[in-house]
């Protein structure tokens, strides 16, 4: 396979908010960053709708619109955005190695890594066509749609219990639907679900298909895996709970990561266990996961790139 070969100060792999973020910041430290997009430029947000808590815009905006708004924001200060995805890395020397697309070879003297995580799904027909009309994997995010309303949420894990409580402070009610007859949560968490009152768990309970009117959902239809028994539970809004898959299997073997692959950064910090490898944004936060915390973060990988260059260039006597 042929190999160009390129040298750049700043590379950032990624283009969501933390990417867009660190791009902004590296090109007016005069880092003359490049970015690589990956298949879904501009991110996460460009699956929603309305986006209602980025500061900036009062009356909301959507999520597409936003990200165009974040891309030529970086693009104004130079930032040379491409499209392409990073298919393996080499962070063994400096400086580091990154292969794009299978054959452009890139070497680096830092990285800053905004690869997101990808949320999971049920994998339902129904849950895509209502996915920003009823559908979403993020209470925080779209919870106060539902406001006063019934809602569903699947997951029996510490974030569909901690999602459920979230909603339950909103919503009417919220029927939080749990495969097996009992929990993966932690014991705290079980039971501050268990202590507030309208929560209703189902047990032993699958979704077999979300139910709408064509434009928005209105019932969820579920079985009961012990009895068969099948019902329809009526609900505006239908959250899923199930867990998030960080975008790092290209890293395994190179950076820190925790068990569910999440890159590990020093506290307080984006620093990763590689010099000039950094990380920010949803693919080393497993916790918040908002468009303003990945932001934060790669403001913040923008300037740890930039004070770890200076520091190489004019070392500081011990
Ligand atoms: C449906 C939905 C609605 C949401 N609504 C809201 C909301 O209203 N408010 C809010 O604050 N948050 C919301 N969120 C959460 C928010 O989208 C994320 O917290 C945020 O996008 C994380 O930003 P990020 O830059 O870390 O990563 P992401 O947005 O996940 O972007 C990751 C980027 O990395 C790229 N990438 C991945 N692998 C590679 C590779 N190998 N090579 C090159 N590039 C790669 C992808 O193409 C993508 O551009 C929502 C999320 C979803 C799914």
Redesign the pocket.
């Known amino acids: 396979m042929s190999q160009e070969n390129e040298h750049v100060e700043c590379l950032i792999?990624?283009?969501?908010?933390?990417?867009?973020?660190a791009a902004i910041y590296a090109a007016r430290a005069d880092l003359k960053p490049i970015m690589?997009?990956?298949?879904?430029?501009?991110?996460?947000?460009?699956?929603?709708t309305?986006?209602?808590?980025?500061p900036g815009y009062p009356q909301g905006i959507m999520?597409p619109e936003m990200m165009e708004d974040f891309r030529k924001q970086a693009e104004r200060f130079g930032t040379d955005i491409r499209f392409?995805?990073?298919?393996s890395v080499d962070f063994s020397s400096a400086p580091h190695k990154v292969v794009?697309d299978e054959i452009k070879t890139i070497t680096a003297d830092t990285v800053i890594i905004?690869?997101?995580?990808?949320?999971k799904w049920l994998g339902l027909p129904s849950e895509q066509q209502y996915?920003?009309f009823g559908v979403?994997?993020?209470a925080?995010?779209?919870g106060f749609f539902f406001k006063g309303q019934d809602v569903a949420i699947v997951g029996a894990g510490d974030t569909a219990a901690e999602e459920a409580t979230y909603l339950a402070k909103l919503c009417n009610k919220v029927h939080l639907l749990v495969r097996r007859d009992e929990f993966r949560a932690s014991k705290a968490m079980v039971a501050r679900v268990l202590a507030t009152p309208n929560i209703e768990v189902h047990y032993n309970t699958e979704t077999q298909e979300i139910l709408g009117n064509g434009k928005n959902v209105t019932a969820v239809k579920v079985i009961n895996n012990k009895s068969n028994i099948t019902s329809e539970i009526p609900v505006e809004g239908f959250f899923v709970a199930i867990g998030h898959k960080p975008?790092t299997d290209?890293f395994k073997g190179q950076l820190e990561m925790d068990e569910t692959g999440y890159l590990l950064t020093k506290p307080g910090s984006t620093l990763t266990n590689i010099e000039g490898v950094f990380a920010?944004?949803?693919?080393q936060?497993m916790y918040?996961?908002?468009?303003?915390?990945?932001?934060g973060?790669?403001c913040m990988a923008a300037l740890d790139a930039e004070r770890y260059l200076a520091a190489k260039e004019h070392p500081v006597e011990a």
Not at 84 to 87: F, H, K, L, N, T
């Open positions: 792999i990624g283009s969501g908010p933390a990417g867009y973020t690589y997009t990956g298949m879904q430029a501009g991110g996460q947000l460009t699956q929603t309305d986006v209602e808590n980025f999520g392409g995805y990073v298919s794009v905004a690869t997101g995580a990808t949320a996915n920003g979403s994997a993020c925080v995010c779209d975008n290209i920010c944004g949803d693919v936060d918040y996961r908002q468009a303003v915390t990945a932001a973060s790669g």
